[in-house]
């Protein structure tokens, strides 16, 4: 069983920046793709990023070129860093877990967060 724990989330301006951390309680994490979903109030999931075990990267074309992903393996963490956000990246931002070693959209996930917050402003 692998537990996941998101923090990083807050209330920023538009155009500004947060770092959002996904911390695994398990040294197995390592097996896993890690990918960052987001849901709006009223919308659907939406994935955002998602990188593998060999730290290959895959973006959602709404995030590309401003948010990047990084995972560190001894530390057992999966950062998303995110700039020049806009109030339409507003959201509930969960990590999952998934056993298939893709960067890109998987369903279903293994394992959830759950959740952290972000809030730009206008």
């Known amino acids: 069983q692998v537990q996941l724990v998101e923090s990083g989330g807050g209330l920023v301006q538009t155009g500004g920046s947060l770092r959002l951390s996904c911390a695994a309680s398990?040294?197995?994490?390592?097996?896993?793709?890690i990918h960052w979903i987001r849901q709006a109030p009223g919308k659907d999931r939406e994935f955002v990023a998602g990188i593998t075990y060999g730290r290959i990267t895959y973006y959602a074309d709404s995030v590309k070129g401003r948010f990047t992903i990084s995972r560190d393996i001894p530390k057992n963490t999966v950062d998303l860093q995110m700039n020049s956000l806009k109030p339409e990246d507003t959201a509930a931002y969960y990590c999952?877990?998934?056993?298939?070693?893709?960067?890109?959209?998987?369903?279903?996930?293994?394992?959830w967060g759950q959740g952290t917050q972000v809030t730009v402003s206008s």
């Open positions: 398990e040294r197995t994490f390592g097996n896993y793709a």
């Open positions: 999952a877990a998934t056993v298939k070693n893709e960067p890109s959209p998987v369903s279903p996930y293994d394992y």
